[in-house]
């Protein structure tokens, strides 16, 4: 931490800024533990997942797939053309050139059809079988993380105190959008509205979402749970929310990633590394109030 913190006080003072507040406990050993399990877990679901989702590139709203049902809403295919062959998307009906990318991609000269490309899956090269594998280890990975940080919030108190939206909270809610939008951060021991909004819906509502929709679709849960199958409309309905939840999820973590440059990268990776985050000065009006464990 010491040598981080180092590097963080000669980058400021170089640029000029050398009021600081205070370092507080931020993170909690458990967050910290289980952020980065359920970081890796998910790498590996989504590049895995593209791979699975290679040997049948197409998602459907009801109960029945295939020929003579006119239920496709997404589509990824290749097809032949005046111009070569081609890679093509299409979403509700609407078509997009996606060549290079999704359909048609590979080294120049060596193009293969392939929905997702090489890069974007595990293993590069199609091979269904050991994606399935590398997905199912890391979905219980991913669950059996999730429980233990559900299990140490409610003890420790991160959820009730963390994440937990307070009234104020509500009511800060339009002031907190303003900052966001003009990049203005404040750094103080506890998240602000929008985060305990962000990461809330990604570990109460994305990340269950993504499990029980991917237990849905497997065929042994019929036996032990087969009213999951049911409630999420038929496999193929499960199948297309796993797929958006997926979406959603890279959204999120590309939008967590522009916040984090934007917030200060060296004290928000030093927060979910050690735990010890740095405040604003507490003459700038925002209150630095954290806390210790
Ligand atoms: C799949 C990828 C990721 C997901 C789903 C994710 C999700 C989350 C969630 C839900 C939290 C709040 C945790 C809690 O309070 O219990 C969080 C915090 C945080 N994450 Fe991630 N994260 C991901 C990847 C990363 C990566 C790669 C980095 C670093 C480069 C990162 C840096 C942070 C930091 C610094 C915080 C604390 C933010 C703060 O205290 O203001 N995350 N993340």
Do not use: C
């Amino acid at each position: 931490m010491d040598a981080i913190a180092s590097i963080e006080e000669s980058a400021e003072a170089s640029a000029g800024r050398s009021k600081k507040g205070p370092l507080v406990y931020r993170q909690n050993r458990w967050t910290r533990l289980t952020h980065w399990a359920w970081a890796f877990a998910l790498f590996f679901l989504l590049l895995s997942g593209l791979q699975i989702f290679n040997a049948r590139p197409q998602l459907y709203i009801g109960k029945e797939s295939g020929f003579g049902y006119n239920n496709t809403i997404l589509k990824i295919g290749a097809e032949n053309t005046n111009a070569g062959p081609r890679g093509f998307t299409e979403i509700l009906g609407y078509r997009f050139d996606t060549t290079g990318v999704l359909g048609w991609s590979g080294p120049l000269g060596n193009e293969t059809a392939r929905a997702f490309p090489s890069w974007a899956t595990v293993p590069s090269y199609y091979d269904l079988g050991t994606a399935r594998v590398i997905h199912f280890f890391f979905a219980w990975t991913l669950s059996a993380t999730l429980l233990v940080w559900l299990l140490a919030g409610l003890l420790n108190g991160h959820i009730r105190r963390d994440l937990a939206p307070r009234p104020a909270d509500i009511r800060n809610l339009p002031r907190d959008i303003a900052d966001h939008i003009r990049l203005r951060f404040h750094h103080t021991g506890r998240y602000n509205t929008l985060q305990k909004l962000a990461y809330g819906g990604v570990l109460f509502v994305l990340l269950p979402l993504m499990i029980l929709t991917g237990l849905a679709m497997s065929p042994s849960m019929n036996a032990v749970l087969p009213f999951l199958n049911e409630v999420f409309g038929g496999r193929q309905t499960a199948r297309t929310i796993h797929f958006t939840v997926m979406v959603l999820l890279v959204l999120f973590f590309l939008v967590h990633m522009l916040m984090i440059l934007a917030a200060g990268p060296i004290n928000e990776l030093r927060s979910i590394i050690t735990g010890w985050y740095r405040t604003d000065p507490p003459n700038d009006g925002t209150g630095t109030i954290g806390r210790s464990e």
